[in-house]
């Protein structure tokens, strides 16, 4: 009897392993993303809505978004203010258009190179951040990347027999919180921690990677 109960839990035990490491488990799931379709739209600078003649308290403001799985949701904030009806009311987000150059085109890298500042550094790979981008210069190759969820982050393995010891180091920079770098059986990894949900993309250079946020 002894002897049946054993092998049940064997089998047990084997069934709820994980067949594949590198992937989410149940409480590292991937972003759930609704369609491959690439929806790039233009950065709200400033929108404006003009109220009727009537209108003299502005009670509550309402804004409907789409989220990263394509879902709608809606955010209101209760206001209680006086109005001047022939204003408009502007909605508008902080934007600098010296931004809106995309410095993944290798033709502009001299020029966007010296706005980029180092924020993390190894033997064999150094990070630099500029807005929405982190640059990774380093010669190893990057042999997998996936995003997981439950906190926010993008992790790379780069191919490369080493004995460094693991390494930490805070970003707190717009998007990025902080990147852990640790060794393994013939690769290393690093784990780029993030201020909150984000689709990326990674772009190879001549030097390293490149990640953009969305």
């Not at 233009?42 to 109220?51: F, G, N, V």
């Not at 001299?110 to 500029?130: E, Q």
């Amino acid at each position: 009897m002894i002897k049946i109960f054993s092998i049940i839990l064997a089998l047990l035990i084997s069934l709820s392993a994980r067949e594949n490491p590198f992937f989410a488990d149940k409480n590292e799931k991937d972003i759930i993303v609704s369609s491959n379709h690439k929806n790039e739209k233009e950065p709200l600078k400033r929108a404006t809505i003009t109220l009727p003649s009537e209108a003299r308290i502005l009670k509550k403001v309402t804004i409907e978004y789409q989220n990263l799985d394509g879902s709608i949701d809606k955010k209101s904030i209760k206001l209680d203010n006086s109005v001047d009806w022939h204003l408009p009311i502007f909605i508008s987000q902080n934007y600098n258009e010296s931004k809106s150059n995309n410095p993944i085109k290798q033709k502009k890298i001299k020029n966007y190179k010296s706005k980029y500042k180092k924020v993390a550094a190894i033997k064999y790979a150094t990070f630099h951040y500029y807005d929405k981008y982190l640059r990774i210069i380093t010669k190893d190759k990057m042999i997998r990347n996936f995003y997981l969820v439950k906190p926010a982050r993008i992790v790379m393995d780069f191919k490369r027999d080493s004995t460094m010891k693991s390494f930490s180091k805070a970003i707190n920079k717009p998007g990025y919180k902080s990147i852990r770098i640790g060794n393994h059986d013939g690769y290393y990894r690093v784990v780029v921690e993030l201020d909150g949900l984000y689709k990326y993309t990674k772009t190879k250079l001549d030097n390293g990677y490149l990640l953009e946020l969305k």
